[in-house]
């Protein structure tokens, strides 16, 4: 039997499409457009190229670019000939992201030209990166020297390799911030991945008729693979920008006539507030969905006043589960609010307590999950993917309730973890940079109410007794240290943090005590 015969990979999956909706709209990024046919076979012809560079199955590629058609092809050219792709938040500084480049292995590394400077800069720290590989953007932009040219890659007339690909390979390896200062790699399979396109496509209500807006960066998992992924899946329209901004994304709703569009709270706020929303026709959008953070009830009330034709959709999951784990759908937003749903269609979720017993209604316990979307585990840590798959479950680290009806909120987070403007920040990697300072007692970082962020990074902190520390300095000293987004936006002076008996931190107990610091933002 031919080994391609009974496949199902992502290497399958823009072929199908292709064949399906040859003349089809697939990719729109600035003035470029590609029908499925010609993106199939550019992907195709960017794989050969790869493959004559030394590419091949098992290879990690890191990626580490703004938005662009390139990146599109590029993710299913590297499954095409059985890569592994590393995306990379392009907010990291280049220490944070040479060590993601080092862990995996990384040996080609793409990016373009606004980031690549901080591409070098990364690169040259003791990593296995051999090359580059150039990405045009979605504004025209020269080739930078000493780079392969992704337009040169695409022109190959080299053969496709014919690759021993099945569902069961490494598809790629997505890096997410943990309590622990280091991030974690979750590995996950072409099956893991597709069997979540499936609980998108039925769950989320994707479909070939949507003409949909992709605006959060790709190197995440949740625009990448509950959007885009699914998308091409089912042979919809896309438009891809890089500037998630209200006087970009406005313009662009109207212009192309966008049905469905993805972003955070974070997003959603910033288009409703914007002098734009109320001058620009929006009434094609018909689907909006959101996640990474809770929505605030009176956004989402907000947003369904000013927009009576959109249905929404709250999508709640992690990255170690490719991610989607649960969904809120449209008649539920007004009857559940704040609420992240009920498992989808591939996925079983629980709340349970220490000892695996499911909790009674409106008790707190931890979400846990099992499903073919998840990961095999961590890339080179078997005792953290132990960790996360004790008991016969993977452990979320997020802490809910659920009702009577089996609807999960999520109300704390058991590894301390912020999201701020629809970004991971762990709580003590922020802590560690701050214990630098030789004038620190103590710190503990939380993330707090914001009406922009939804939360904000801040940092409670004990100052030794008789030296001196101000805000500033202590902003100005984070701010030179790690991505923005994990930088805190403001920092607290007090005289002690507070405990349990045992000496435990007491987190929750500091964000409500400082709960309405941004009041007044």
């Known amino acids: 039997m031919h080994p391609a015969l009974r496949r199902q990979t992502l290497a399958d999956l823009l072929h ?21 046919a010609e993106f199939d076979a550019l992907v195709s012809r960017l794989g050969a190229g790869l493959a004559a560079r030394g590419v091949a199955k098992g290879t990690r590629v890191a990626v580490l670019a703004r938005n662009s058609h390139a990146f599109a092809a590029l993710r299913f050219a590297l499954a095409r000939i059985g890569a592994v792709l590393v995306p990379i938040n392009f907010m990291l500084k280049a220490d944070e ?9 990384a040996t080609l590394l793409a990016t373009d030209s606004g980031l690549a400077d901080l591409a070098r800069a990364a690169a040259a720290q003791d990593t296995a990166v051999r090359e580059f590989l150039w990405l ?12 392969l040219c992704f337009d040169d890659l695409a022109a190959s007339t080299a053969p496709l390799p014919e690759v021993d690909l099945a569902g069961s390979d490494l598809l790629q390896i997505v890096y997410t911030s943990g309590t622990e200062s280091l991030p974690k790699g979750a590995m996950l399979t072409h099956d893991a991945v597709l069997w979540q396109y499936v609980s998108c496509l039925v769950d989320a209500g994707i479909g070939a008729d949507d003409f949909m807006l992709h605006a959060l960066p790709l190197y995440h998992c949740a625009q990448l693979d509950v959007f885009l992924g699914p998308a091409i899946y089912c042979g919809a329209r896309n438009v891809i920008t890089a500037a998630p901004t209200p006087d970009n994304l406005l313009p662009l709703i109207e212009r192309h006539r966008i049905t469905s569009f993805f972003a955070p709270p974070t997003v959603w706020i910033a288009l409703l507030r914007s002098p734009l929303f109320d001058k620009t026709d929006l009434s094609s959008l018909k689907k909006g969905y959101y996640g990474a953070s809770i929505m605030p009830v009176a956004v989402m009330q907000e947003i369904l006043q000013r927009l009576p034709g959109l249905k929404l959709w709250n999508l709640y999951g992690q990255t170690e589960i490719a991610p989607l784990a649960t969904m809120l759908g449209p008649d539920e937003q007004l009857s559940k609010p704040g609420s992240c749903g009920r498992a989808v269609l591939n996925v079983e979720t629980r709340v349970v307590d220490d000892a695996m017993n499911d909790v009674e209604p409106g008790e707190v ?5 099992r499903s073919p979307h998840l990961m095999l585990g961590y890339f080179h840590d078997d005792e953290r993917t132990r960790a996360a798959f004790e008991g016969g479950w993977f452990h979320s680290g997020d802490l809910a309730t659920v009702d009577a009806d089996g609807y999960i909120s999520v109300v704390d987070r058991k590894k301390d973890m912020i999201k701020t403007g629809g970004e991971n920040v762990a709580s003590r990697e922020v802590e560690e940079v701050i214990y630098r300072l030789p004038q620190v007692s103590e710190v503990a970082v939380v993330g707090l109410p914001h009406p922009r962020w939804v939360e904000a990074v801040v940092a409670i902190v004990v100052v030794k007794a008789g030296q001196a520390l101000s805000e500033a300095e202590l ?6 240290r790690m991505a923005p987004f994990k930088a805190p936006k403001r920092a607290v002076f007090v005289d002690a943090l507070p405990k349990n008996p045992s000496g435990k931190l007491l987190k929750r107990q500091l964000r409500e005590t ?6 007044d933002a």
Do not use: N
């Not at 709209?25 to 499925?36: F, H, M, P, T, V």
């Not at 316990?365 to 999950?369: F, L, P, S, T």
């Open 475 to 480: 902003l100005a000293h984070c701010q030179a």
């Open 365 to 369: 316990g931890e979400i846990v999950h």
């Open 16 to 36: 199908r499409s292709a064949a399906r909706h040859p003349d089809q709209l697939a990719i729109a990024c600035g003035e470029l457009r590609w029908s499925y």
């Open 97 to 105: 992201a040479a060590y993601i480049l080092r862990h995996a292995g």
């Open 514 to 519: 400082h709960s309405k610091l941004f009041d």
């Open 136 to 147: 045009p953007s979605e504004q025209t932009t020269a080739p930078e020297p000493g780079m």
